[in-house]
C-alpha cells in the first residue's frame, strides 16, 4: 500500500532558528503533496500544497516566506520553518495521493511531525 | 461554519457497542473520506465515499452518504477499546484539496 514518511517525528528547537521536515512518498510518486497545520484537539488546516517542480500553492492567511516549501522530487516535499517562534509550536502532517486528486485512493498521511520552539 | 462538520465531538461506549457519528458539508463534493487519528499520530485513511455511492462497508465500518442532505454517517459495530480515536472526514471538492471537519473523539471502555 501507499506509505508516506515524514522526518523527523519531533523536534524541538530554539526561537529563531530554522526548522526543516521532510514528507516521502515511499512507494509511489506524488506530483502533489499537501501540508497541514493541526492544534490540540483541533482539527487539521490546510497550509498549502506542494507541487513537484512548481511553486507551492499557500492558503489565505499562511506566510509564503516563513513556510517554505519545496517539492524537487516526485517523492519528496519539505517544509522549512524559518525563524521559528513559540506560536509555531504545533503539529505539522503532509499527505499524499496516489490517484488523481485523490479520486480513488483518498490521502497517505505522514505520521507528523511535533515542533516545540522554545 | 465550516465544511465538514462531525458530530458529536465526543462520543463514550461501551466496548461492544456500536458507534455513529455524522458528518455534514456545505458544497457539493467529488468524493467524501474518513480518517482516524490516534492521539499525536498521523491520520490514517479509513474509507472513501464517491459521491454517486450511497453506501460502503469495509470490515466493521459502514458509511452511508446522502448527498441531498449533504451529510454521511460514520457506523463501526462491535466496538473495541483499540478503536479510542479522533475520527475526521474529509470532503474532496476541489482540485484535490481535501477539508477536514472538526473531529469526533471517540472513547471505548473496556
Known amino acids: 500500500g501507499a506509505v508516506v514518511s515524514q522526518h523527523p517525528s519531533w523536534v524541538i528547537c530554539k526561537s529563531g532558528t530554522s526548522v526543516k521536515i521532510e514528507c516521502r512518498s515511499l512507494?509511489?510518486?506524488?506530483?502533489?503533496m499537501f501540508w497541514y497545520r493541526q492544534f490540540p484537539k483541533q482539527s487539521l488546516m490546510l497550509m498549502a500544497t506542494?507541487?513537484?517542480?512548481?511553486?507551492?500553492?499557500?492558503e489565505q492567511g499562511v506566510e509564503k516566506d516563513k513556510f517554505l516549501i519545496n517539492h524537487a522530487s516526485l517523492t519528496l516535499s519539505t517544509l522549512t520553518v524559518t525563524s521559528a517562534h513559540p506560536e509555531d509550536s504545533s503539529f505539522y502532517i503532509c499527505?499524499?495521493?496516489?490517484?488523481?486528486?485523490?479520486?480513488?485512493?483518498?490521502?497517505?498521511f505522514g505520521s507528523g511531525t511535533r515542533l516545540t520552539v522554545v | 461554519s465550516q465544511q465538514g462538520e462531525e458530530d458529536p465531538q465526543a462520543l463514550s461506549i461501551q466496548e461492544g457497542e456500536n458507534a455513529t457519528m455524522n458528518c455534514s458539508y456545505k458544497?457539493?463534493?467529488?468524493?467524501l473520506q474518513w480518517y482516524r487519528q490516534n492521539s499525536g499520530r498521523g491520520l490514517v485513511h479509513l474509507i472513501l465515499?464517491?459521491?454517486?455511492?450511497r453506501e460502503k462497508h469495509s470490515g466493521r465500518l459502514r458509511v452511508t452518504l446522502d448527498t441531498s442532505k449533504k451529510s454521511s454517517s460514520l457506523l463501526i459495530t462491535a466496538s473495541r477499546a483499540a478503536d479510542t480515536a479522533s475520527y475526521f472526514c474529509?470532503?474532496?471538492?476541489?482540485?484535490?484539496?481535501?477539508?477536514f471537519g472538526d473531529g469526533t473523539t471517540l472513547t471505548v471502555k473496556p
Open positions: 499527505s499524499a495521493s496516489r490517484g488523481s486528486a485523490g479520486m480513488d485512493y483518498g490521502y497517505t
Open positions: 512507494d509511489f510518486q506524488a506530483t502533489t
Open positions: 506542494s507541487n513537484e517542480g512548481s511553486k507551492a500553492t499557500y
Open positions: 458544497t457539493s463534493i467529488n468524493n
Open positions: 465515499i464517491r459521491s454517486n455511492e
Open positions: 474529509a470532503t474532496d471538492a476541489n482540485a484535490g484539496k481535501s477539508t
